[in-house]
């Protein structure tokens, strides 16, 4: 093995020269790969966790220069999902196995924290041997604590990116990378398994952005870190930038890996959009994570992200047998589990 590579291994951290290194080369992906599927396995075996993912609401008061469903794009035709569609979607998903429900939407002040409540606390006690994550941006502590105490325990809010110059190239300024990441602070105090997470490729990323975002997360510590590559959206300010990189999100789940050996990783649509064995290809580099969608099909284009994003036009039951079987092909398993993340194992 290479001399960086066990580093990373046996000591889960590198210097800043040497993870630019590592990250501006392909020649240790092949190692990496290796390396880091061993100890996905010593932690979680061959096993893939499926979150099932529902998409509430189009709407969101933000408008992310990167985003399809930002504010300014007047040509998205906008839906909200009704709280008896939003329970519909977890009935069909736990009889199809799902034991996490993922609520995610844009900033839409439409649900307010009451609603948000009142349908985390139905679907806890409905299905009280799942988990409930919510993706839903970000807001006050007194929110978050009210979802908490209502029975969510997992929130998803990808920083982006950890640099503050950075940040401003990506979002309009009353957006702030101070506030994103005292909300995953807040959302860690309160008790919520967090994630947190990046875009590989965003336009004008460095590797030193890159290095950033890896300094934050080991500040951070979330449970969760979900990254995928930046694809461009034709009604958005980025629509003529390049798509961020198949090879690079692969080098950096299995980086990922290996600094945070418990992490669940999962193998975004994105990285599926971008490649059509994305998924399979990031299994095998560390991630063990899906998350298929739940949502209606008659709402699923309309929650377009990015362009050309996969899997929009299959019924749950489907989307869940197709996963299986490409997971399955690989050498992995998907189970019926809640899929907490493991601890920490003392080297
Ligand atoms: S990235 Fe999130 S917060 Fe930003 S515009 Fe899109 S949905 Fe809204």
């Known amino acids: 093995m290479s001399e960086l590579v066990q580093k990373l291994f046996s000591e889960s951290d590198l210097t800043d020269i040497e993870f630019e290194r590592l990250l501006s080369s392909d020649i240790f992906d092949v190692e990496l790969r290796v390396v880091a599927d061993g100890v996905r396995r010593l932690y979680y075996g061959v096993d893939v966790y499926v979150r099932g993912l529902i998409e509430l609401s189009n709407y969101c008061r933000n408008d992310c220069f990167y985003c399809g469903i930002r504010r300014s794009n007047r040509e998205l035709e906008r839906y909200r999902l009704s709280r008896e569609e939003i329970l519909t979607c977890c009935g069909v998903g736990y009889e199809l196995g799902y034991r996490t429900f993922v609520l995610q939407g844009g900033e839409d002040n439409f649900y307010n924290d009451d609603t948000i409540c009142e349908i985390v606390a139905t679907i806890r006690k409905l299905y009280s041997d799942c988990a409930i994550t919510l993706s839903l941006g970000e807001k006050s502590y007194q929110s978050y604590k009210s979802f908490f105490d209502s029975g969510a325990n997992r929130y998803l809010l990808r920083h982006e990116t950890a640099d503050a110059e950075h940040y ?105 959009t971008i490649d059509p064995y994305g998924r399979e290809l990031g299994i095998a580099a560390g991630a063990n994570v899906v998350m298929p969608n739940l949502s209606p099909v008659n709402v699923r284009k309309k929650y377009e992200l990015y362009d050309n994003k996969i899997c929009t036009g299959e019924e749950a039951a489907e989307c869940r047998h197709c996963l299986e079987k490409r997971i399955a092909s690989v050498g992995y398993k998907i189970v019926t589990d809640i899929g907490n993340v493991k601890e920490k194992i003392k080297k």
């Open 168 to 272: 401003v190239k990506l979002h309009p300024a009353e957006m702030t990378i101070d506030n994103r990441k005292r909300c995953l602070f807040d959302l860690k105090q309160i008790g919520y398994q967090t994630g947190a997470g990046f875009m590989v490729g965003s336009p004008y990323q460095t590797v030193q952005n890159i290095i950033s975002d890896l300094r934050f997360l080991q500040e951070l510590q979330p449970a969760m870190i979900g990254i995928g590559p930046f694809i461009a959206h034709h009604q958005t300010p980025f629509q003529f930038f390049k798509n961020g990189d198949l090879k690079l999100t692969l080098r950096l789940i299995s980086v990922l890996r290996l600094i945070f050996p418990y992490a669940l990783i999962p193998a975004t649509t994105a990285l599926g």
